[in-house]
């Protein structure tokens, strides 16, 4: 049994067990409130029909979780972010909500999970270059703002001590957002890796080396065998976590990662610990779960689906 969070006082809301199905009556006032109480007592699974979709659902819950916090030149919100090709459909409807005004980054800070060590900052596969090419030179954040790994200082360990300590000294991070690897890894959290890690030097593992090579012309020569990373504990001292999880080649670490137990040989099923975290995925990710796992969390989707709905826009000042 969950136990009810201490921060839903509404005593309208039934205490939840991990697999019950809840209903709650809606009022003007407080039916979103309520729903983002109970939600915080369960871990989400998101299922869509298709990449397009799970993208749009992912980046809708992004710009509510900034809009909801009230960003401002004293109070800026924190965002982990990934790279890879998953997550590049949320960065290209978060641009779009940004030239929209739905939404701006002017107060956000962003923390990335990685990058490679020794590969040019303005290498064309950097994950620096990622970023800026398909996300932040899109939108108004400061540059100040992203942070990213550097790879290329003299002290490798320093790097990522301080890194550890921006997050820190920003307040932690609020939501920190993530992809996996065929294999379950987070960020280069790569099988057996420790699930109380934090930023490091990671040597790449042979599969994931021969995976990133498609993206250097197919040369394993050209793939950087070590990357700077944070660790899982690093993403679990997130107040929230969102893991993008598309595609067939993916079901199985999806299966892994929350029907199965905690597993240091599958570094993203850690997150089955976490207090908030929301798996989003589309149908072909979850052809390795048991029809009745897809069937109770699609059931759910009628009260998920509230949290990316549409927030009334502010009266604008004069």
């Not at 993206?215 to 050209?222: A, Q, T, V």
């Not at 029809?291 to 969390?297: A, I, L, M, R």
Request: with cysteine; aromatic share 10%; hydrophobic share 40%.
């Amino acid at each position: 049994m969950i136990r009810p969070d201490p921060v839903c006082s509404d005593k309208k809301l039934p205490a939840l067990s991990t697999f019950c199905v809840f209903s709650f009556q809606e009022s003007n006032t407080s039916s979103v409130q309520a729903v983002r109480c109970v939600l915080k007592l369960t871990m989400k699974l998101i299922i869509l029909n298709d990449y397009d979709q799970a993208s749009e659902w992912a980046a809708k819950y992004i710009r509510n979780k900034i809009l909801l916090f009230r960003p401002g030149p004293s109070r800026y919100f924190t965002l982990g972010l990934p790279t890879g090709s998953t997550p590049l459909g949320c960065y290209k409807k978060l641009i779009e909500y940004y030239k929209n005004g739905e939404i701006s980054f002017q107060y956000v800070k962003t923390f990335n999970m990685d990058e490679y060590v020794g590969l040019p900052r303005d290498h064309p596969e950097s994950y620096h270059s990622f970023m800026w090419n398909n996300f932040f030179k899109h939108i108004d954040i400061k540059a100040e703002n992203a942070h990213i790994l550097d790879g290329n200082v003299a002290d490798l360990q320093a790097e990522c001590e301080a890194f550890e300590e921006k997050i820190t000294a920003a307040g932690g991070i609020e939501l920190f957002v993530g992809g996996i690897g065929p294999d379950g890894h987070i960020a280069f959290n790569e099988p057996g890796s420790s699930l109380v890690s934090r930023t490091r030097v990671k040597t790449l593992a042979k599969d994931t080396i021969m995976a990133n090579a498609r993206f250097f012309d197919g040369d394993l020569s050209k793939v950087p065998t070590m990357a700077l990373t944070v660790g899982v504990g690093t993403v679990m001292d997130a107040k929230e976590v969102m893991i993008l999880i598309t595609g067939a080649h993916k079901a199985f670490a999806l299966y892994k990662a929350i029907e199965e137990g905690v597993n240091h040989m599958w570094t993203v099923s850690a997150f089955q610990q976490h207090r908030q975290t929301v798996f989003v995925c589309d149908e072909d990710a979850t052809l390795e779960l048991r029809v009745k796992t897809v069937k109770y969390f699609k059931g759910m989707m009628h009260v998920h689906n509230k949290l990316v709905e549409s927030l009334p826009q502010e009266p604008k000042k004069n």
